[in-house]
């Protein structure tokens, strides 16, 4: 009857080291991999949900936050040139506040006219969309074709000037 006792207890116990040793270490093992999470959006993805241009901010955005009052900080690598029906100087960072069809209060962008620079304040789409985009630089509202503004364009570092700015000055 000892033997038979004994046996039997020899086999729960080895039972019961089998089970133990294929139980998982942790209950986190039992847990399917956790799902990864999206990218956050770009500031490119960020600025047609407010009904504006993708292409208004050149392809070298490092970094961008953008508070729940709509103001925003954009990060460029470094200072640059984008060529556009005028040409655009961004510096290195870029703030603002950003509205449904509007950035105010803007600072970081200047344009050239006649080899001086002026800072551009504010930038305004129609509402409904229309082909036209409008930015105010001082007390001056100057419209233009978006369609120049839907592509993100690369930039440069250097400044080149253009030869027709040289051309429209000399024959003033």
């Known amino acids: 009857m000892a033997s038979n006792n004994l046996n039997s207890n020899l086999g729960l116990a080895l039972i019961s080291l089998f089970f133990l040793l294929s139980v998982p270490k942790s209950l986190s093992d039992l847990d399917p991999e956790p799902e990864p999470k999206p ?7 960020i600025l047609p949900k407010y009904g504006l241009p993708s292409g208004l901010l050149p392809n070298t955005v490092t970094d961008y936050s953008l508070q729940e009052d709509g103001r925003f900080i954009v990060v460029l690598e470094s200072p640059c040139y984008v060529q ?20 105010t209060d803007l600072k970081g962008i200047q344009v ?17 969309p229309s082909d036209s985009i409008y930015f105010q630089v001082g007390f001056i ?13 690369s930039c440069r570092d250097e400044l080149t000037t253009p030869t ?9």
Do not use: C
């Open 141 to 153: 509202n100057k419209k233009l074709d978006v369609d120049q503004f839907k592509t993100i364009h």
């Open 39 to 45: 990218a956050p959006p770009t500031v490119w993805d």
């Open 164 to 172: 027709n700015e040289i051309q429209m000055l000399i024959t003033e």
């Open 112 to 128: 050239q006219r006649f080899f001086l620079w002026f800072d551009v304040d504010e930038i305004k789409v129609d509402l409904p």
């Open 84 to 103: 556009f029906e005028y040409l655009v100087y961004y510096e290195k960072t870029i703030t603002g506040k950003l509205g449904y069809g509007s950035i």
